[in-house]
């Protein structure tokens, strides 16, 4: 049936558990929103020819390469898409860049700072769309407790405790691969950026950190019948302070027995306060310090069409959105941008920032002082 | 790219809010699992020519039709799916079903239990298979529940309590259209359903009800400047008797203030017991009685890989299934039926079944005495 | 060190656990409470001389006697306060309230409706002041519901769920003694009690019940190494009408295994809604529907000097009161009743209700059928 | 009635809310324990005869006092409480310890921690008994949150966070009084000692802390109509290293919209974890690692007699324990360690520990350098 939208076309680099989750994304987006383009999966790379015939075929590409290169070649792709191991993403996301295409990457952005600064700077030059997946703040109810602050409804922010912690990594015969590399692995890059990102989304930008990085399981097997001694953090902290005047403090864990996804914030205003947790991702507790005295308390709202753009989800509340409805909403945001329509939600710039401020907190832990950014 | 599956052609007849979470669960059921078939947007039918064309452009159907009988004449269809007004299902699904279609039908399946009945008896006559859409128990969670119950974990069954309460009607100026049709409408049947379906599909077989329904708003605007006198239930109740020997009650209110999405259960067993509640889909609480002394509590078992089907969605717990998701799921199940590779998940003659329960129910609320299913 | 206020000259009859905790309850009140009086533990009854002296020593009262009826002949005493079993209730209360005694009695205030009945007209006929201890009630949060609901904050009330739920017989091997004897046993009368006292106290007057007794363990051990056959009600519902208007349904039960305190109730009213739980005592979570659209959700309060009288216990919200703490408020309301300054917070009259609507709702069980009040 | 036990006279030098907390406790000892003595409120001091009285009357001591040194004079008083402003408890301890009077003194001991070690040695040399008053401490679920520590059962303890956090000075016309003068004042000295307590009584020894101060509301009224600059912490957080190998965080904040009594921890071990808040102080949260695949979970652990002293209170568990229950397991500690039962609970040499570490973490705060203790 003819859909007089303009086409746009993507190729995606990495058919592992992201990238599989980013073609749910443009699946979804394509019919949940009344998007400016229809997307298209138009190719699909991968290690080998046959891995990607294999992705293309699940997935449901137009076609498949095990040349990532003869993506960024094709000239009908408009978007790369890049889910690849972190190492491997300058080198791809530079080459697209070149090509003149928009790219969408997961993060991190680079393992180092300077590089991801330099795909940032890249991407500005060339004029393209940039765009990071941190699809925590895609929800509509991490959209609300930003307007609630922005508003001035929490009045005067004063502190903000922040945590992203997970159990992956608790039992010590986990030798964790490429995660416990000394360049760029740990707790604090790998799932603190989360923290970060959020802490920086709502609260705005970070002007200075105190970092603490422990490393608790200090031997893990080699994966080659030995064991190898660790130096990245299992758990990392920092006390922070805001441009807005605020404090506050984050940790990251990835060894919190029984925690499958505390990816928790607690914001104290002089008006109110908010509270949430990513593992009831359709809440946010919220206190109203004008409710009359006896009634006052901590809310639970529940996520509805009242937060956009849950209402394109479901038609009422109380039915929950899922971690894949916030991939939708990622990619929304992306196309939007594209088609100019709104600025980059979280363009390589973001990505970027996000891993200057982890490296500021490293140093910091490292240097055992307070570090200005 | 070449899809070496077959095709399965769907005809979708009605695009209002379920026709729409129709369409998201097919494209996502197409991706999300390894189905044994292509599912093809064929065509979409609604009122007129031009609201046709519209909705098959957003939702992406191939072609679209003001008629809804061409959808039932199009031999390239394999599937008709039926999310018009409930008093529209019966005509829609018999000429279906002659036409030796599979039909997915929405909830209710008809206003009238005998008229449900016609339409499972033709369904089994015609060997195709059927499938109303009771999504809540596609959720892994209440799969694992019934694996629990089912394996004997929980012990012998004893006490059940269900409750499916929302606001939605709460409010005394709220006309309520076809809900508050004396033939057909109450709040037991419009969601009243959903919570004895998941009593039937938890513990099995209900064989004895005892009901107690209540117009608590006994006036409501006419839609016309004036007021007309409700006759059916704004909440209804039953005590139920199960053929496992449990006893349990069950609730159904569009009048509960503050509620969203109350769809809850408690089941109490010899060995354990379980709650859980639709507003956190992911978690079922889970007590067991054989855990040592002084270390006993209920715990929130959060879904993950370890419940399938929750591993095709995501790769690690913690990250939340949505509403949509849930639909999904219930495609799978009903395409996996089509292809001989399970039974039907909830045919019609399930679909029928709750009527039949609803109708004994509301006829022991006016009887005023118990009976016998 | 002089203390100017009058003598209230306590007699206890029964030593066990609640009378333990009647004891605890008077010498909190006496200082956590401005009292009309100075309650003095004159004197304690139990079985034998010497069990009586032991609790006495224990419990710190100035005498102890083998003999109740010493209690009853003792003209110092003011108050008899009885805790012995059941059965004893009603020859004790009667032959106090013949000496002119205030009379304090733990529930229920007998086995059958008729013997509470004449024990409540004979307290009135005597003038005395008299107190059944329904502790729950003493909870200042359920203060709080009950203002909430009378002054019409809640707007016209629908509906209530309440329950009263223990596993303490969940186990078959549990012999049950007393508690399932033909005769005034069962969960209903036990606990259920405890659930119609709150449904009462918040929302007035029950005018029909429609009962469904079920026993769930049909054999238990008859404590000789036999077994025998179970004829009390494991699980207890009914089916309610209000005077008010509402309707609501009621559920105990002793074999909820897992659930310790499952004191709960649901109220909804036509402008909000509340909800409790006793192992949460401290919390009422309330809706609001006038909340602004998008910040609405149910709220919890923490109990706080806002409630009265917990402001008598802690200067502070957030520390919690606990079970003794009710019933030192429960004693204080009977103090204050027996100075003239308030109206009984729950006497014999009120406990006989009680037991009048606990029959009604066991006969509509037996009879299968509706019961007016 | 004759009491055989040997008397223990207390004299009570305070008679604001933590006066009247302690004869609360006191009270409720003598009745719920079986003590080795019996309490006797012999002799209260307050600043003038007339408001002694008083305090005497409505507490029931049997002499009162305007001149607290009467108390440490008096030959029959064995305990002397101390409930008087900080800054007044080093004279009064000392006195009484020099008297050889056990010493009962609520927190803080004293304004500085030179002052408080000053009165430890006084007390260890002159071989009296001596008790600080950190009452959350006493809670059973407390007590059983240590055992599973210290018996091995969450395994080895990796991390550990805390914080303490109220909102009573979050209105910045609150002027604060003696809470926020420099010397001794601030959020971490009045209400992070708790979470300090807390952390070492879980724990053990900190060896180092980087603190971080933070003066969130830099002017408050000075109470004369003008305004005054502030220089303590709203909201303190340290960083903290244990001897056991564990690491952890910590944060204290008076200026926390919304949280009444945010005194919570979160423990994780490698074999289990645990998460508690005070405002439910009858629960702990626990996970154990070892559950069945599919089946973990954080269950919720009721208070009940398997964790005593509960059992003293109330037969069964899911009936609550309040925050004045709590001090009457403090005095019964303190009681117990007079007769030379146990070790005294939390003397002043502990709480002389706790005001090392706060100012610690002040000097590191100042300092923004890690400290090691």
Known sequence: MANSKPKLNIGLIGTG?????????????????????DLVLRAVADRTDELAAAAGAEFGFETSTGDWRSIIDDASIDVVDITTPNALHKEMALAAIAAG???????????????????????????????????????????LAREMIQSGELGEIRSFRGVHAEEFMADASNPGGFRVDPAGG???????SHALATAEYLLGPITAVMGDFVTAIKERPDGKGGTRQIEVDDIGRAF????????????ASWIATGQEMQHDFEIYGSKGAILFTQERLNELRYYNASDPEGRRGFRTILAGPEHP??????????????FNDLKAIEVQGFV????????????????????????AIATSSKARAWMEL
């Open 17 to 37: 558990f992201m990238g599989k989750t980013h073609t749910f994304g443009f699946a979804a987006a394509n019919r949940v929103f009344d998007l400016p383009y």
């Open 240 to 251: 922070l302070r805001f441009e807005n005047g605020a404090s506050g403090n984050i940790e």
């Open 336 to 359: 939007q941008a594209i088609a100019g329509e709104r600025p980059e939600p979280f363009n390589f710039r973001a990505g970027a920032r996000i891993m200057t401020v982890i490296e």
């Open 309 to 322: 753009p849950y209402g394109r989800f479901c038609v009422a509340g109380g039915h929950q959105l899922g």
């Open 186 to 192: 740990g707790a604090f890059a790998d799932i603190g």
């Open 101 to 143: 295409k928009h790219v969408y990457c997961e993060k991190p952005l680079a393992p180092l700072a300077a590089d991801a600064i330099e795909m940032a700077e890249a991407a500005e030059a060339a004029g393209i769309r940039t765009q990071v997946g941190f699809n925590y703040l895609c929800n509509p109810i991490m959209i």
